[in-house]
Nanobody, 114 residues
Framework: QVQLVESGGGLVQAGGSLRLSCAAS????????MGWYRQAPGKERELVAT???????NYANSVKDRFTISRDNAKNTVYLQMNSLKPEDTAVYYCYALKFTPRWGQGTQVTVSS
């Protein structure tokens, strides 16, 4: 059974940092595209960042130069380092895994206060 478990969310002031983690089980982690999406209240879920099995990375324009995605295949974990956080980054952040069909975690809340 596939499980994606996020951690690391919380409340932070604008300009602060958070590091999200997503531990995966039930998949051959190294063969999956991994990523992060987010959904703010009243808005659609949107891409934040993805990283392929080969290490190619894609970021949303809104987070480029502030967020860094990485993966540790030995630990079956993908990370999202978020720096210079802004109130508009407030959302539920979802871990994402894709090989043939997308898999989602339950989400972790990130709240950035002004």
């Amino acid at each position: 059974q596939v499980q994606l478990v996020e951690s690391g969310g919380g409340l932070v002031q604008a300009g602060g940092s958070l590091r999200l983690s997503c531990a995966a089980s039930g998949i051959i982690f190294s063969s999956y595209v991994m990523g992060w999406y987010r959904q703010a209240p009243g808005k659609e879920r949107e891409l934040v960042a993805t990283i392929t099995s080969g290490g190619s990375i894609n970021y949303a324009n809104s987070v480029k130069d502030r967020f860094t995605i990485s993966r540790d295949n030995a630990k079956n974990t993908v990370y999202l380092q978020m720096n210079s956080l802004k109130p508009e980054d407030t959302a539920v952040y979802y871990c994402y895994a894709l090989k043939f069909t997308p898999r989602w975690g339950q989400g972790t809340q990130v709240t950035v206060s002004s």
